[in-house]
């Protein structure tokens, strides 16, 4: 998620209402680094390399690279939990992976393996649909999977500015608050104290409007560029600088009761440049905490 504007540098973070340890997990991207499409065997060495850390990734799509049916299996085989994602930005993306995830539930070994199903991804931030729109496809998939756990996924500000309200108070069961210092151009030295800022404007507005609505809050994505990445405004990327991120950062969030979904597990040589808010190309094929070949970059316990 990319932020043009910048909060003020020296914000107090005090943490809201959240459990007492907070939860980890990756996001998880479904090809390999040549570009081909993950199978199950791909997944299931994934899983081996990130066991220590997690059993629980999330997914952006089910329909692509068949991913809910290579997926599913291998995390049954290995032990974690998987929250699946699907496209509603148009009908057409919406009805494949609605009609991927029918195919892939249909087994029961793989329903057990899912942890819940997003319904978008940033695109209330993107300005892709409204939150009235992204609530009906929402609701939709829940009625189609009444005993799943159905949610979205978008940037904290949408949650914070009340862009997300409908959606709040309609008592959908997860929502994922995306939160990136990186993407606001922030120093090492304010990185840990803007993203933890962020998630407490998130999660306070988020439980001011869900009232007693028994909604399930994780931050969604977050991470650090590491070596061969670009710099964005005065962010740095570099290994030592994610691993710094980790640890004054994801650790502190941890530690407060945040659940967190760490961007992302490996990295994606294949995947393409992003453009940011400032119209330079960015590079995004080193955000992983592991390399592609499965090897960890920087030490990632709390």
């Known amino acids: 998620m990319h932020l043009s504007t910048l909060l003020p540098a020296a914000l107090a973070v005090v943490p809201l209402a959240v459990s007492a340890a907070g939860s980890m997990g990756f996001a998880l991207g479904n090809t390999n680094a040549d570009g081909s499409c993950k199978m199950q065997a791909d997944y299931e060495s994934d899983f081996d390399a990130l066991k220590a850390q997690s059993t629980l990734v999330r997914t952006y799509t089910s329909s692509g690279c068949n991913t809910a049916q290579q997926i599913l299996p291998a995390a049954a085989a290995k032990g974690f939990q998987v929250v699946l994602g699907v496209w509603p ?95 606001q151009g922030q120093t090492m030295q304010n990185a840990s104290h803007s993203y933890l800022d962020d998630l407490n404007q998130a999660y306070g507005r988020i439980q001011s409007v869900a009232g007693n609505l028994d909604t399930e809050i994780w931050n969604g994505e977050t991470g650090w560029p590491t070596d061969g990445g670009t710099n964005y405004g005065s962010a740095t990327a570099g290994t030592q600088n994610a691993a710094t991120f980790y640890q004054q950062g994801v650790c502190a969030a941890l530690a407060w009761g945040f659940n967190v979904f760490y961007f992302e597990a490996f990295d994606e040589p294949s995947k393409p440049p992003s453009i940011g808010t400032n119209g330079d190309s960015e590079d995004e094929t080193h955000w992983g905490a592991y390399t592609a070949e499965r090897v960890a970059k920087f030490p990632m316990g709390c």
């Open 89 to 183: 930005d148009t009908d057409d993306a919406y009805n494949l992976d609605k009609t991927a995830l029918q195919s892939a539930l249909s087994d029961s070994k793989n329903a057990a393996a899912v942890y819940a199903i997003t319904v978008g991804s940033e695109g209330l931030y993107r300005g892709s649909y409204t939150a009235q729109g992204l609530l009906s496809k929402i609701q939709d998939m829940q009625s189609t999977f009444p005993n799943m756990k159905i949610g979205t996924a978008d940037s904290w500000n949408k949650f914070q500015d009340g862009t997300a309200d409908p959606i709040i108070k309609s008592g959908v069961k997860l929502i994922l608050a995306n939160a990136f210092s990186y993407w």
